[in-house]
Nanobody, 121 residues
């Protein structure tokens, strides 16, 4: 059993900052990557940022220079530092872990339940 749990969402004024945290736990044999996605009302879920176990990162153009993804000190954790927030960043933010639960099962995606981020103008 694998669990992915996010925390750190909330309400902030435009120009403010928030820090999201995500932890994957349970039967994890190998973790390939973790990432943050978001989904605003009426829109499709989109990639915000991702990071591989090798440290490679990828960002959506809309958040480059404002958001930073990093691995946490604890194993299988990832953070998303969000600065200079804009109202259009308002969405439910989901964490995804791409991992294998055992040596004989293929890697697959595990999603968290999401955390709401609301940026007021």
């Amino acid at each position: 059993q694998v669990q992915v749990v996010e925390s750190g969402g909330g309400l902030v004024e435009a120009g403010g900052s928030l820090r999201l945290s995500c932890a994957a736990s349970g039967n994890i044999f190998s973790l390939n990557a973790m990432g943050w996605y978001r989904q605003a009302p009426g829109k499709r879920r989109e990639l915000v940022a991702s990071i591989t176990t090798g440290g490679g990162t990828n960002y959506a153009d809309s958040v480059k220079g404002r958001f930073t993804i990093s691995r946490g000190n604890a194993k299988n954790t990832v953070m998303l530092q969000m600065n200079s927030l804009k109202p259009e960043d308002t969405a439910v933010y989901y964490c995804k872990g791409t991992l294998s639960a055992s040596s004989y099962t293929p890697s697959r995606d595990y999603w968290g339940q999401g955390t709401q981020v609301t940026v007021s103008s």
